[in-house]
C-alpha cells in the first residue's frame, strides 16, 4: 500500500501556526488516533474543519490545541485523503505533533512529495508542477504572476495547441498511406509545408519568450561602470535604498562579485560585482580590461556613468569604447552641481544611447532611469497582458529539440522527399515537447525536479 506521508508545512521558527500536513491512505485513521475533536460526530466532509486537541494515545498527554483541516479524495492537492493541522507555530510543538504521526503509521515526506503525488496522480502536469516551485521561490511580483500562469495550465494549453497540430499533420499523412482507396484528401507537400511552418513559428515564439521570461525569473544582469568619483557608489545606496526588499544574497558568488537581487518598482536587477563598486580604488586600469570587458559581455544591461560636472578623459574613453555595442543606459552625474556640459555630451550623444541626467547623491532623475529600464526591457507589456513566457531552461531546451526536428522535417518536404519520412520527425518533435508536461519524462528527471521544492510542499 502506498505509504501515508507527514511533514511540517510551514516554514521553521516560532510563527503565529503552523501546519502540519498528511497525505495518504491511512490519513484519517492516523488523524483518529492522535486527535480528540470537541464535536465527537464521526463523519468527514471534505473542506470542512474540526476543532480540538492533539492527544498523545499513550499516555492522553495533550500536546496541542488545534484545527484540522480534511480533504477527502479525490479532492486534495495530492488527490489522496488529506488532513492539515493548524497547530501553533513554535518548532517544539510542530515537531512533537509531526512525531506523533510517524508513531501512528505516517512517514516523512521527501522535499516535494506532496506535489510529487499531485502530478504523479494526474492533477497537475509537470510545468505546472514547476510553476509551484517557482511561484514559491518567486522574488518579483512579475515573477509570481508569471508563475501562476504555468501553474493554472497556460504553458501547457500552448504546448498541447502545438502537439495538436502535429497531430493533425500525423494524421493526414498515415491515413494516406494506411488507406489509400479511402478519398482521403492527400497531404501534399506544399499543404505539409504550410503546416509545418506554422508549428515552427509558434514554436520560436515561445522559445524567443525565454529572452524575457529569465529576465523575470534571474534578474536583468546589471554592471555599473564609470571611473573613479563618478558616483557609482553614491547611485548603488540610492538603488539600494529604494529596494523595497533586498530579496537574497545569490548563492555560488565569488568573494571578489558579490550580486545583489533588487526589486525596484517592480523591476528585478541582479546587481553584478557590488563589491568592486565599493572599493574606491575600482579603476578600469586596476581590475584589468580583460575583467571589465567580461563583465559587460556577460551582462544584460550596463549603467554607464559619467561626471557632469568634470571632463571626459582618457578613463571615460575607455568605457565609452567597452559599452559602444551593448546594451547601456548612460548617466550624466552630478547635475545638482552642474546641469549642462556640451562639450561632454556632444559626445555621448554620438553613441546613440539614451542618455539621462541625475544626481546620485540628491535623489534626482532615478524614476527616468526605471523608466528607461522598463521600456528596453519591455517589462510594462509582461505586467499588463498575460502573455505566456518560457521561464524555465529545462523547457526552453525542448523546445528547441522539438523545432530542430520540425526544421528537419521541412528540410525534407522541401526536397520532395515522399512526405511519410517526416512522421518520424514529427513524432519525435511530439515527444520533445511530451517531456514539458511530464507525459514522457523519464524518473530521473522527474526526480530532479522535484528534489528543489521545500519540505512539506
Ligand atoms: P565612485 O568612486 O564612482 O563610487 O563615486 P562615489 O559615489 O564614491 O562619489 C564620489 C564623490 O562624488 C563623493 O564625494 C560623492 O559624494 C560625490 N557625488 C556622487 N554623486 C554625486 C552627485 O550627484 N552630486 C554631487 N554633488 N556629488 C556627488
Known sequence: ???????????????????????????FDIIDKIFIPKNKSKDIKGYTMKYGNIVNPKNNEIIDEVLVAYFVAPKSYTTENMCEI???????????????????????????????????????????????????????????????????GNLSKKIKKIEQKMLDIMVNIEVTIDYPEYDVEEVTNSE?????????????????????????????????????????????????????????DIAGTTRD??????????????????????????????????????????????????????????DDRKIIELIRDKKAIILLNKVD?????????????????????????EEMGLENLYDEIKKMFELNEISSNNEILITNERHKNQIIKAKQNILDAIEIVRNNTPVDIISIYINQAMEDLGEITGVNVSENIINEIFAKFCLGK
Do not use: W
Open 86 to 152: 493548524n497547530s501553533h507555530g513554535g518548532t517544539v510543538v510542530e515537531k512533537r505533533i509531526l512525531e506523533l504521526c510517524l508513531e501512528n503509521g505516517a512517514e516523512l515526506a521527501e522535499p516535494g512529495e506532496f506535489t510529487k503525488r499531485a502530478f504523479l496522480n494526474g492533477r497537475i502536469d509537470l510545468s505546472q508542477a514547476e510553476g509551484i516551485i517557482d511561484l514559491i521561490n518567486s522574488k518579483t511580483e512579475m515573477e509570481a504572476k508569471e508563475s501562476i500562469n504555468q501553474l493554472e
Open 257 to 314: 562579485t558579490i550580486e545583489e537581487y533588487l526589486n525596484i518598482d517592480g523591476i528585478p536587477l541582479k546587481l553584478i560585482d557590488t563589491a568592486g563598486i565599493r572599493d574606491t580604488e575600482n579603476t578600469i586600469e586596476k581590475i584589468g580590461v580583460e575583467k571589465s570587458k567580461k563583465l559587460v559581455n556577460d551582462a544584460d544591461l550596463i549603467i554607464a556613468i559619467f561626471d557632469i560636472s568634470g571632463s571626459l578623459d582618457e
Open 337 to 361: 552641481v552642474l546641469k549642462n556640459n556640451n562639450k561632454m555630451e556632444e559626445e555621448i550623444k554620438k553613441l546613440n544611447k539614451s542618455v539621462i541626467k541625475i544626481s546620485a547623491k
Open 1 to 27: 500500500m502506498e505509504k501515508t506521508i507527514v511533514a511540517i508545512s510551514t516554514a521553521s521558527g516560532n510563527g503565529g501556526i503552523g501546519i502540519i500536513r498528511l497525505s495518504g491512505r491511512q490519513t
Open 192 to 248: 505539409a509545408l504550410k503546416k509545418l511552418n506554422e508549428i515552427h513559428n509558434l514554436l520560436n515564439e515561445l522559445e524567443n519568450s525565454f529572452n524575457k521570461g529569465k529576465i523575470i525569473k534571474d534578474g536583468i544582469k546589471t554592471v555599473i561602470i564609470g571611473k573613479p568619483n563618478a558616483g557609482k557608489s553614491s547611485l548603488l545606496n540610492s538603488l539600494l535604498k529604494e529596494d523595497r526588499a533586498i530579496v537574497s
